[in-house]
């Protein structure tokens, strides 16, 4: 399961990383959130070394999500290099979240 960020820790874990990083904005009552989790999952699991996963719970860091726009949970932001690269919000594929990183792993 992808490790929780907040705002004490986004910029470490997010801006600063040297890989890019799929950061998932789920709340806990969302079911579309839960149905992605085990995509989310695979992802993690796949791309390991390559990819870094972070999940942040909009209910607990809301000034994380307002921060970056985010208006209906789950919502993607791939981000390369401290930059926001790529976003897509409700249920996806794996195909589609990977193609937020085209090019980078």
């Known amino acids: 399961m992808a490790a ?5 820790n ?4 997010v801006l600063k990383s040297e890989l890019p ?5 789920y709340s806990d009552s969302c ?3 839960k149905m992605m989790a085990g995509v989310v999952g695979d ?5 390991e070394g390559k990819l870094n996963v972070y ?6 860091d809301e000034s994380l999500a ?3 726009e985010v208006l209906a949970a789950p919502t993607f ?3 390369n290099k401290g930059a926001e690269t790529g976003r897509i919000a409700g249920k996806t594929t794996k195909d589609a979240l990977l193609g937020l990183f085209e090019g980078l792993v």
């Open 21 to 25: 990083v799929l950061v998932d904005f």
């Open 31 to 33: 079911i579309p959130c």
């Open 43 to 47: 992802i993690e699991d796949d791309y």
């Open 10 to 13: 986004f910029e470490e874990l």
């Open 55 to 60: 999940k942040v719970n909009v209910n607990f």
């Open 77 to 79: 932001v791939a981000f």
């Open 4 to 8: 929780r960020a907040n705002a004490e």
């Open 66 to 68: 307002s921060k970056y």
